[in-house]
């Protein structure tokens, strides 16, 4: 199935999806291994709507454990809309002050956890 179309803004290549409601998105996977999605709608995004997605492949993949994907994201302390207010009027964002690992991590006063991968 070709999908192009779900991909881009809402209003742009699809119409938005209405609040409480839900959609499905169809495709067919041709290669195996990890990808991942997130949204173009607003800061959506950057408020962490995002994630990770593990297509299956045939089980005689030459591996001996799979651990499953490990996502890296920056992470800033100030919120995704102030981050775009700036970045709107005239100045960049700051670089990040924090990296999440599989969307963890401490803060610099020490709250928080560190992912654990055994």
């Known amino acids: 199935m070709h999908s192009t179309q779900h991909d881009g803004a809402n209003g742009v290549t ?4 209405a ?4 959609r499905t998105y169809q495709f067919l996977a ?3 291994g990890s990808s991942w999605y997130h949204s173009h709608h607003s800061s959506q995004y950057g408020e ?9 492949g045939p089980t005689t993949a ?8 490990l996502a ?13 207010w700036r970045a ?8 990040s002050q924090n990296v999440l690992v599989n969307g963890t ?8 956890k560190y992912n654990v991968i055994t």
């Open 105 to 112: 991590m401490k803060s610099a006063t020490g709250t928080g």
């Open 48 to 56: 962490g709507v995002v994630g990770l997605i593990v297509f299956d």
């Open 19 to 22: 609040p409480g409601t839900t």
């Open 88 to 95: 709107l009027h005239g100045g960049a964002p700051p670089p």
């Open 62 to 69: 030459n591996y001996d454990v799979d651990l499953g994907p």
């Open 30 to 32: 041709t290669q195996h």
């Open 14 to 17: 699809e119409c938005p999806i």
């Open 72 to 84: 890296l994201t920056d992470w800033y302390y100030e919120s995704t809309w102030a981050l775009n």
